[in-house]
């Protein structure tokens, strides 16, 4: 048999242009997988966190608290001196209004 030396015949050129194609969708199709793997991945995180977050205080909640917190910033001021009773009386019934 006489070998070629150069270029390769039809059947060579054919064969490596299959080659070439089945390696490129493959490798297109694990990309594409790794991708979607990778977005159920981040999906699935962020709703572990969602349900690990403590709930978020009502506002009336934060309301309350932030009441209680100015009540007791009062209470230290006239415990420390820095109120009299009048001052006390009078900023705490304004902060209930």
Do not use: C, W, Y
């Not at 966190?49 to 608290?65: I, V």
Request: charged share 30%; proline share 4%; glycine share 6%.
């Amino acid at each position: 048999m006489i070998r070629r030396v150069g270029r390769p015949g039809l059947l060579g050129t054919m064969a490596r242009t299959v080659v070439i194609a089945g390696t490129a969708g493959a490798v297109n199709r694990s990309m594409t997988r790794a991708a979607v793997n990778r977005e159920q991945t981040q999906a699935d995180a962020e709703a572990h966190r969602e349900q690990q977050a403590p709930p978020a205080p009502a506002a009336d909640e934060a309301e309350a608290e932030d009441m209680t917190a100015r009540l007791d910033r009062l209470a230290r001021l006239h415990a420390d001196g820095a109120l009299t009773d009048e001052e006390f009386a009078a900023a705490k019934a304004k902060l209930l209004e």
